[in-house]
């Protein structure tokens, strides 16, 4: 098992280049894990220092084209390591 971060982020999140721009911070971060749409919100889950996680939510909240209105944050156990980080 490897833990993992499983975070969610609600508001103007979605049509505005925010999962591509995940992946940007996520990559320079050296995080992995995945980012899709779920709905009315964006779902991250991520893996790498916690440090590094608190960074990648920040930097995605100052994003200016989206308005990021609240963060959920949950760790969780994952069955394996994820490769590299891909944008669902």
């Known amino acids: ?9 609600r508001g103007k999140v979605q049509g505005v280049g925010f999962r591509w721009s995940a992946r940007i911070v996520a990559s320079r971060l ?10 009315d919100h964006v779902e991250a889950v991520v893996v790498g220092e916690e440090d590094k996680v608190r960074e990648f939510i920040k930097k995605l ?8 209105e ?8 994952l069955d394996e390591e994820p ?3 891909k944008v669902y």
């Open 1 to 9: 098992m490897v833990k993992g971060y499983k975070i969610v982020f």
């Open 30 to 39: 050296g995080l992995r894990g995945h980012v899709r749409n779920v709905d």
């Open 61 to 68: 909240e100052s994003l200016p084209s989206a308005r990021v």
């Open 70 to 77: 609240s963060v959920e944050v949950e760790v969780v156990e």
């Open 83 to 85: 490769l590299g980080f």
